[in-house]
């Protein structure tokens, strides 16, 4: 009879370092690899050989790997890992008023109630950790960030050909500079045609749509864009969202992102979400981005 292969001293202390490099982002791997090798050795050793070798590449570091994560566990809905990441954002000593703001941000494209259970998760957390006093008395307060906003600065980062067209300052007038500002910004010769098409078909919601998503939302720079871009292109990744993720790829790179870490958040997504959504196409994706934004890799 076959005998089982033999655990060496120099295995274990492979495993040990791969179990290391995991826990420092999912505390709950060493259960889990316990588990899944009284099963099965071998699987159990190829995926935390896989895990380790991605989340222990250095193009992202912690505090951007642990948010991308924040927001893929909760736009999959995979909460008990993200109670981990939680945790591990904690140990980190990563802001946790960041943490928070990737949870909101997640209501742009999972839906309001989506971040429910991600914030009891968050909220029960940090009061073990006895921090959500803290985090609590930092809060954005209303209008906060609309007294420190100016049309002339952020006019000066349009692309001039937005600028340059008549059809920007009626915008402005009809929905408020604010939301129509922001989008500007964000996604120049896209937005003017868009917020049109948009309001010949209701005015109302598309005021309600850009003040939300580009002022209250995108506007609120608890995150600087490259890192929250970074972040949905995490998000549209965990849900499939191929449109998006190729908007907020080029957005990200747009906005100080290089195209290594967007590529990274690709890599870290086979892991978390699964390779379908990643591998080959939005890789390719990419590349073309890249390639169109006159970047390289």
């Known amino acids: 009879m076959t005998q ?7 295995s274990a202390e492979e495993c040990s370092a791969q179990l290391a490099v995991v826990a420092r982002y999912q505390p709950g791997i060493r259960a889990r690899f316990e588990q899944r090798a009284r099963l099965d050795p071998a699987f ?4 935390l050989r896989y895990a380790a070798r991605l989340l222990g590449r250095p193009t992202l570091d912690p505090r951007t790997r642990l948010l991308v994560m924040t927001g893929q566990f909760t736009m999959s809905r995979r909460y008990e890992r993200l109670r981990e990441t939680v945790q591990a954002a904690i140990a980190e000593s990563v802001d946790l008023k960041e943490v928070l703001e990737v949870i909101f941000q997640c209501a742009i494209y999972g839906g309001e109630p989506l971040v429910d259970e991600a914030l009891s998760i968050f909220t029960d957390e940090l009061e073990k950790a006895d921090r959500l006093d803290e985090l609590c008395s930092r809060g954005l307060q209303v209008g906060q960030r609309a007294s420190e906003r100016d049309l002339d600065e952020e006019r000066s980062r349009w692309h001039p ?9 009626a915008l402005l007038a009809k929905y408020g500079w604010q939301g129509i500002s922001s989008a500007l910004v964000l996604r120049p010769r896209h937005t003017l045609d868009n917020a049109e098409f948009l309001g010949s078909l ?13 002022d209250d939302m995108y506007g609120r720079l608890v995150l600087d864009h490259r890192t929250r871009l970074l972040c949905m292109v995490g998000n549209t990744l965990a849900i499939g969202e191929i449109v998006q993720t190729r908007h907020h790829m080029r957005t990200a790179i747009r906005q100080g992102a290089s195209p290594r870490e967007v590529l990274e958040v690709l890599f870290q997504s086979v892991l978390l979400v699964g390779h379908p959504n990643v591998v080959p196409e939005r890789i390719r994706d990419l590349v073309a981005i890249v390639e169109d934004e006159g970047a390289s890799f």
């Open 202 to 214: 209701d005015e109302g919601f598309t005021k309600a749509f850009y003040d939300l998503g580009y």
């Open 4 to 10: 089982p292969a033999q655990v060496t001293d120099e």
């Open 161 to 169: 050909e937005d600028a340059a067209d008549p059809r920007a300052d």
């Open 44 to 47: 159990a050793h190829a995926w």
